[in-house]
């Protein structure tokens, strides 16, 4: 069985400040990974996939993360937060190749952001 | 493209009472679409995985002769939340896998907050 894990639930951090999301998985098959965003109220939107390739994908927002087979991680990383990043943000994996397309979603970080 | 809306936003109902949810794709044709249950300030949970003119997958744990799902078309789903408890109040939120694009992206709904009274 597949399983995602975010230690952290809130990440309070400075505006303007570097910020790291962390994300761990297991998984005895390769998996796809996913980051999403959630804002108050409304349902999640994609923030970045990494299906295969270059482990470093990015975003439109500033926002990339880093696929590491070895440490199965896809930590997200921001240099610079503006306060509307607040929100949010899931990881989640599927099963490359599966018969099913569910998505095991880790518990969620609030990434805070303060002026 | 790939909008997945939701209806209503809100409800309220009283203990005891059914509450429809529906689920819509509004610009492309959904193979699947999935629902999900999020309890405040945790994770979303799978519910469960409708396709269009099959019987709905229900997740472990889920009654599914409390939460019934229909996905009667390639746009639209519903999930029938039966007599309604308290308990069952929470953010359920559905998402979609479209004809047209890769099955490992799925769209979400805004999500329909659901209170029981």
């Known amino acids: 069985a597949q399983s995602v894990t975010q230690l952290d639930s809130q990440v309070p951090v400075f505006e303007e400040a570097p910020v790291e999301l962390r994300c761990n998985y297991s998984?005895?098959?390769?998996?796809?990974l996913f980051w999403y965003v959630q804002y108050p109220n409304q349902g999640l939107q994609l923030l970045l996939k990494?299906?295969?390739?270059?482990?470093l994908v990015e975003s439109i927002n500033g926002f990339e993360a880093e696929f590491n087979k070895s440490q199965t991680s896809f930590h997200l990383r921001k240099p610079s937060v503006h306060i509307s990043d607040t929100a949010e943000y899931f990881c989640?994996?599927?099963?490359?190749?599966?018969?099913?397309?569910?998505?095991?979603f880790g518990t969620g970080t609030l990434l805070a952001v303060q002026p | 493209g790939a909008v997945v809306s939701q209806h209503p936003s809100r409800v309220i109902c009283k203990s005891g009472t059914s509450v429809k949810i529906e689920c819509r794709s509004l610009?492309?044709?959904?193979?699947?679409m999935f629902w999900y249950r999020q309890f405040p300030k945790q994770s979303l949970m799978l519910m469960a995985t409708?396709?269009?003119?099959?019987?709905?997958?229900?997740e472990q744990g889920v009654e599914k002769d409390k939460f019934l799902i229909n996905h009667a078309s390639l746009t639209l789903s519903t999930l029938t939340v039966t007599s309604a408890h308290p308990e069952d109040s929470s953010f359920y939120i559905c998402?979609?896998?479209?004809?047209?694009?890769?099955?490992?992206?799925?769209?979400f709904g805004p999500g329909t907050r659901l209170t029981v009274t």
């Open positions: 998984s005895s098959v390769s998996v796809y």
């Open positions: 990494y299906l295969s390739g270059s482990t």
């Open positions: 610009d492309f044709q959904a193979t699947t």
């Open positions: 998402s979609a896998t479209s004809l047209d694009k890769p099955t490992y992206e799925q769209y």
């Open positions: 409708s396709n269009e003119g099959s019987k709905a997958t229900y």
């Open positions: 989640a994996v599927r099963l490359q190749g599966g018969a099913t397309n569910k998505l095991i």
